[in-house]
């Protein structure tokens, strides 16, 4: 479809706001829009490789002219490359049997990718290729220019996947950086050319942007900050050998991310540094073992004056300690933190939530100096002492196993539940030794996995509007508006609550001294199991009661009208009202004769000589009820009256003939 035709398109879609998003889509190709220069394993470096493919990625990228795409073939390529010009290197696919594999040279000992700037910083799209397999250094090296990576693979690669160092800035998307010597990803200053070669300007730190990739399975960690910022969501960094994300000289953001299954911690920051982590879940993060010996463990840990805010995210199975602020300052809000699970460290705190006052020796921080950090500028010093902050509101800290919620003066923000004690919560709206009942991690909705309380948690509808980031607006880790219900929820996941709607309309008249039975339900709110009550003060027609699941059931003794309210999850209510009628009376009492008896007609008061016959009709053993046979009594009654008569009315007649 052309260019003109598709504007002409979203236009009819959806106006401007389309047509500019349907041109930045077309922006690429346009900046992109020189020759294109072919590389394939068959190829020969002869020429401008536009009309016949080249030999190698170097040679094709000599060639290329700013704006130039770079296409290479598949198969694998056991080259480096060296980028200086605004390009755009394409492969045929990161994955399966037609891909395109750069393995770097094995003789020059190079990244297999390097970007970097002469006089102005080039602008680089690097897009389905396989990096992989390089034996002696990065897979992809930025070290100066803008860089997108994208639905590429850089991994096992004997360095990092991925290194940003200095005046750069990197955008990774929809791509895999798995199995790598060091790093997933490092952030790094650019080393200094000898040790006194102090820069005369303030170093410009790198940014990297990480999005719907996954970064796992690195020797060290998933992602490195040893300077500069970098943002991360809807990723996933998992099973990582030296912790998830690392920040240790800059910042991080991390949001809508999983941090599952890494080593040591999940999040951590050290002296000096910042992260901020949101609508995020970290897991399962497994202790270091030195020596056969568990040495730590943590989901996020904030060291050594570190500023660390947690908020929208789960806290969940992480060895030793959910959260941990070391001489640091982290405030943790509308979180979730469970399942801890005991460390068999001797003498360190464990739990839910710590705090911890002392200083971390130096020899530990120096071993968080992992390998392929030779580029770093920090440097390990005594940390100074400060007064340490953790600080929760409107959190769960709860069903920590074996170990405390809390351990350490933890400051309570307000609206906090835990499970024990331990956290001595006093501050308006938080509760001790309560029940979260919390489900298992699951997946709840939204793209990480979460704890969702069950119905009767204490947690449910426990902030109300204007405390604890409860406003107009706010949401929960899945993206869930709150409230649901009547207030705010405390911890990571607001309760979906649907109206309460009761059944039926309205309800039966019953009549007075006969059984009387009504159902009602309900639909909505935080589902079944429901329980009815009658509003304080309603009372039922006499003889008529309610269960708690919401039958009407009895025998009414008393006629009349009787209106009254039912609640169910209160405060839901609905109005009913019930008519007792009196029961039907019958005009002829009951027969008492038993059945099978005959029942004889009245006789007459008449002389015998007016009434020459008496008839007597009788009732037939038929089995039937005793309410039929008194009705077959009067009907035989009747019968025998109008025979009378009819005798007594013909024998007058003969009577008046006679006189």
Same mark, same amino acid.
């Given at each position: 479809?052309?260019?003109?035709?598709?504007?002409a398109r979203?236009?009819?879609?959806?106006?401007?706001?389309?047509?500019?998003?349907?041109l930045?889509?077309?922006a690429?190709?346009?900046?992109?829009?020189?020759?294109?220069?072919?590389?394939?394993?068959?190829g020969?470096?002869?020429?401008?490789?536009?009309s016949?493919?080249?030999?190698?990625?170097?040679?094709?990228v000599?060639?290329?002219?700013?704006g130039?795409?770079?296409?290479v073939?598949?198969?694998?390529?056991?080259?480096?490359?060296?980028?200086f010009?605004?390009?755009?290197?394409i492969?045929?696919?990161?994955?399966g049997s037609?891909?395109?594999?750069?393995?770097?040279?094995?003789?020059?000992?190079a990244?297999?990718?390097?970007v970097?700037?002469?006089d102005?910083?080039?602008?680089?799209?690097?897009?389905?290729?396989?990096v992989?397999?390089?034996?002696?250094?990065d897979?992809?090296r930025?070290?100066?220019?803008?860089?997108t990576?994208?639905?590429?693979?850089?991994s096992?690669?004997?360095?990092?996947?991925i290194?940003?160092?200095g005046?750069?800035?990197?955008?990774?998307?929809?791509?895999?950086?798995?199995?790598?010597?060091?790093?997933?990803?490092?952030?790094?200053?650019p080393?200094?050319?000898?040790?006194?070669?102090?820069?005369?300007d303030?170093?410009?730190?790198?940014?990297a942007?990480?999005?719907? /990739?996954?970064?796992? +399975?690195n020797?060290?960690? *998933? #992602?490195l =900050?040893d300077a &500069?910022? !970098?943002?991360i %969501?809807? /990723?996933t960094?998992? +099973?990582?050998?030296?912790i *998830? #994300?690392? =920040?240790?000289? &800059?910042? !991080?953001?991390? %949001?809508?991310t999983?941090?599952?299954?890494?080593?040591g911690? *999940? #999040?951590?920051v050290?002296? &000096?540094?910042?992260?901020?982590?949101?609508?995020?879940?970290?897991?399962?993060?497994?202790?270091? #073992?030195?020596?056969?010996?568990?040495?730590?463990?943590?989901?996020?840990?904030a060291?050594?004056g570190?500023?660390?805010?947690?908020?929208?995210?789960?806290?969940?199975?992480?060895?030793?300690?959910?959260?941990?602020?070391?001489?640091?300052?982290?405030?943790?809000?509308?979180?979730?933190?469970?399942?801890?699970?005991?460390?068999?460290?001797?003498?360190i705190a464990?739990?839910g939530?710590?705090?911890?006052?002392?200083v971390?020796?130096?020899?530990?921080?120096?071993a968080?100096?992992?390998?392929?950090?030779?580029?770093s500028t920090?440097?390990?010093s005594?940390?100074?002492?400060?007064?340490?902050?953790?600080?929760?509101?409107?959190?769960?800290?709860a069903?920590?196993?074996t170990v405390?919620?809390?351990n350490?003066?933890?400051?309570?923000g307000?609206?906090?539940?835990?499970?024990?004690?331990?956290?001595?919560?006093?501050?308006?709206?938080?509760?001790n030794?309560?029940?979260a009942?919390?489900?298992?991690?699951a997946?709840?909705?939204?793209?990480?996995?979460?704890?969702?309380p069950a119905?009767g948690?204490?947690?449910?509808?426990?902030i109300?509007?204007?405390?604890?980031?409860?406003?107009s607006g706010?949401?929960?880790?899945?993206?869930?508006?709150?409230?649901?219900?009547?207030?705010?929820?405390i911890?990571?996941?607001?309760?979906?609550?649907?109206?309460?709607?009761?059944?039926?309309?309205?309800?039966?008249?019953?009549?007075?001294?006969?059984?009387?039975?009504?159902?009602?339900?309900?639909?909505g709110?935080?589902?079944?199991?429901?329980?009815?009550?009658?509003?304080?003060?309603?009372?039922?027609?006499?003889?008529l009661?309610?269960?708690?699941?919401?039958?009407?059931s009895?025998?009414?003794t008393?006629?009349?009208?009787?209106?009254?309210t039912?609640?169910?999850?209160?405060?839901t209510?609905?109005?009913?009202?019930?008519?007792?009628?009196?029961p039907?009376?019958?005009?002829v009492?009951?027969?008492?004769s038993?059945?099978?008896?005959?029942?004889?007609?009245?006789?007459?008061?008449?002389?015998?000589?007016?009434?020459p016959?008496t008839?007597?009709?009788?009732?037939?053993?038929?089995g039937?009820?005793?309410?039929?046979?008194?009705?077959?009594?009067?009907?035989?009654?009747?019968l025998?009256?109008?025979l009378?008569?009819?005798?007594?009315y013909?024998?007058?007649?003969?009577?008046?003939?006679?006189h």
């Amino acid at each position: 479809m052309s260019t003109r035709r598709m504007s002409a398109r979203l236009v009819a879609l959806g106006g401007i706001g389309a047509l500019a998003t349907g041109l930045a889509l077309f922006a690429p190709n346009a900046a992109a829009a020189g020759s294109i220069r072919l590389v394939s394993t068959s190829g020969e470096d002869t020429g401008s490789c536009v009309s016949s493919p080249c030999a190698t990625l170097q040679y094709a990228v000599d060639q290329a002219e700013p704006g130039d795409t770079v296409s290479v073939g598949l198969g694998t390529y056991a080259q480096s490359v060296h980028i200086f010009t605004s390009l755009t290197l394409i492969g045929a696919g990161a994955t399966g049997s037609g891909k395109t594999t750069i393995s770097g040279d094995t003789e020059s000992g190079a990244a297999s990718i390097e970007v970097d700037a002469i006089d102005t910083p080039p602008t680089v799209t690097i897009s389905d290729v396989d990096v992989s397999g390089n034996a002696d250094n990065d897979g992809i090296r930025v070290t100066g220019g803008n860089v997108t990576v994208k639905d590429s693979r850089a991994s096992d690669n004997d360095r990092n996947g991925i290194r940003v160092l200095g005046e750069s800035a990197v955008i990774v998307t929809g791509t895999s950086v798995t199995g790598n010597g060091a790093n997933g990803v490092l952030l790094a200053s650019p080393p200094r050319l000898t040790t006194t070669d102090a820069p005369a300007d303030a170093p410009v730190l790198p940014v990297a942007t990480i999005s719907n /990739s996954s970064i796992d +399975n690195n020797n060290d960690a *998933g #992602v490195l =900050v040893d300077a &500069g910022e !970098a943002s991360i %969501d809807h /990723s996933t960094v998992s +099973n990582n050998a030296f912790i *998830g #994300v690392a =920040v240790d000289g &800059g910042t !991080a953001t991390i %949001d809508t991310t999983t941090l599952d299954a890494n080593v040591g911690e *999940g #999040v951590a920051v050290d002296s &000096g540094s910042g992260a901020t982590m949101t609508n995020s879940t970290v897991s399962n993060t497994a202790p270091f #073992v030195d020596g056969g010996v568990d040495t730590l463990g943590t989901g996020v840990r904030a060291i050594a004056g570190a500023h660390v805010q947690v908020g929208n995210s789960t806290i969940f199975n992480n060895y030793g300690r959910g959260v941990l602020s070391e001489n640091a300052f982290l405030a943790v809000d509308n979180s979730t933190i469970s399942g801890t699970r005991p460390s068999t460290e001797d003498g360190i705190a464990q739990g839910g939530a710590v705090l911890l006052l002392p200083v971390e020796p130096a020899a530990i921080r120096q071993a968080r100096q992992a390998d392929g950090n030779a580029d770093s500028t920090s440097s390990v010093s005594p940390d100074a002492a400060v007064t340490p902050n953790l600080t929760l509101t409107g959190t769960i800290v709860a069903a920590n196993t074996t170990v405390a919620d809390c351990n350490g003066a933890v400051t309570d923000g307000g609206y906090n539940l835990a499970s024990d004690a331990s956290c001595s919560f006093s501050t308006t709206g938080s509760k001790n030794s309560g029940d979260a009942k919390l489900g298992p991690l699951a997946d709840n909705g939204g793209p990480t996995l979460t704890l969702k309380p069950a119905k009767g948690s204490d947690a449910i509808d426990a902030i109300p509007s204007g405390s604890a980031n409860c406003s107009s607006g706010a949401t929960d880790q899945r993206g869930v508006a709150r409230p649901q219900g009547t207030n705010c929820d405390i911890g990571a996941v607001e309760v979906e609550q649907t109206p309460v709607v009761i059944s039926p309309d309205s309800l039966p008249d019953g009549t007075a001294g006969t059984p009387y039975n009504a159902q009602l339900s309900a639909t909505g709110g935080l589902g079944a199991p429901y329980e009815f009550s009658l509003v304080s003060g309603d009372t039922l027609p006499p003889g008529l009661t309610l269960a708690s699941d919401g039958t009407i059931s009895g025998t009414p003794t008393t006629p009349g009208t009787f209106p009254f309210t039912v609640s169910v999850d209160d405060p839901t209510l609905k109005d009913y009202t019930i008519v007792i009628a009196a029961p039907a009376t019958s005009s002829v009492p009951p027969s008492s004769s038993a059945p099978g008896s005959t029942t004889p007609a009245p006789t007459s008061s008449l002389p015998s000589s007016a009434s020459p016959t008496t008839t007597t009709v009788p009732v037939a053993n038929t089995g039937a009820p005793v309410g039929q046979m008194t009705a077959l009594g009067t009907v035989a009654f009747l019968l025998g009256a109008l025979l009378l008569l009819g005798t007594v009315y013909s024998g007058r007649r003969r009577h008046r003939r006679t006189h």
